[in-house]
């Protein structure tokens, strides 16, 4: 699939396996894990970041094989979920850090670009979010506000 704005094609990464088996030198079990990401969550760690820390400091190759359910719905569960979607609050801090830039090199008009870029990834991401029930239908992105709340 091409990127959003290159029209070049996308990273190239490493793949889960298809076949889903359970490791068997992994020590945790279900109730351990979700006490485990429970407590990275009320630490103020975002779902990716509780899913690095659970790869590179417990061991634990996949929580769906263990649990069967993503970390976003267990923090989900456990009412531990954020106000808005991680990748929605990583736009924002992006366009953020860009005004800020441009507020200081008015002539750079490569950050004036990403500015504009940034805008629209956010615009798709709100329509998106909006219509999967994520925000509010009569949510309107304001950057002062936001800037406030995710500041």
Same mark, same amino acid.
């Given at each position: ?9 996308? %990273? ?9 088996? #359970? ?11 979700? =006490? ?5 969550? %009320?630490?103020? #760690?975002?779902?990716? =970041? !509780?899913?690095? !820390? ?14 069967? %359910? ?25 366009? !953020? ?25 956010? =615009? ?25 709340? !995710?500041?």
């Amino acid at each position: 699939m091409a990127r959003m704005h290159s029209r070049r094609k996308g %990273k190239s990464g490493s793949t889960k396996p298809l076949t889903t088996k #359970k490791v068997t030198w992994q020590s945790y079990d279900e109730k351990e894990l979700r =006490q485990i990401i429970v407590k990275l969550a %009320k630490e103020q #760690k975002t779902a990716s =970041q !509780i899913g690095l !820390i659970l790869r590179d400091s417990y061991g634990v190759p996949d929580t769906r094989e263990t649990t069967k %359910k993503k970390i976003t719905n267990i923090l989900k569960e456990n009412k531990l979920l954020a106000e808005f979607p991680e990748d929605f609050t990583n736009l924002i801090r992006r366009e !953020i850090a860009l005004v800020k830039h441009l507020e200081k090199n008015k002539k750079d008009m490569t950050a004036k670009r990403g500015l504009q870029l940034t805008e629209s990834k956010l =615009q798709s991401l709100t329509n998106y979010y909006k219509k999967t029930g994520k925000l509010p239908a009569d949510w309107k992105y304001d950057r002062e506000k936001v800037r406030l709340l !995710i500041g």
